[in-house]
């Protein structure tokens, strides 16, 4: 059984930086691609980042590049997303992913196992 568990998220001002950790079990995630993503409410969930199997490769929605960064820890089986300089339209709640292994990192559709999120919530 697969389980995917995000943590770190909190209620911040706008500026200010958090990390949040998404732990894999029953899977190793050296073998996937992995991804952020978010939803605020009424929303669709949106891209934020991914990293490649190999961790080579990362993407970034535009509206996060040079604030946000995704990296894994594969001994750790975890996956994190240091956000820095965050501004109120980052409040929602974050979901970390495992990619099925095709296509694009972008696409929520094409990632099969899910965690339950972490809220982060960006106000003064």
């Known amino acids: 059984q697969v389980l995917v568990v995000e943590s770190g ?5 706008p500026g200010a930086s958090l990390r949040l950790s998404c732990l894999v079990t029953g899977l190793k995630i050296e073998d996937y691609a992995m991804g952020w ?6 929303s ?8 490649t199997f190999m961790g080579g490769t990362t993407e970034y929605a535009a509206s996060v590049k040079g604030r946000f960064t995704i990296y894994k820890d594969d001994a750790r089986n975890t996956v994190y997303l240091q956000m820095s300089s965050l501004k109120p339209e980052d409040t929602a709640r974050y979901y970390c992913a495992v990619h099925g ?5 972008d696409d929520p559709a094409l990632f099969n196992y899910w965690g339950q999120g ?7």
């Open 37 to 42: 993503f978010r939803q605020a409410p009424d």
């Open 118 to 124: 972490t809220q982060v919530t960006v106000s003064s």
């Open 101 to 105: 292994g095709r296509g694009s990192f």
């Open 9 to 13: 998220g909190g209620s911040v001002q």
């Open 44 to 51: 669709q969930r949106e891209f934020v980042s991914s990293v």
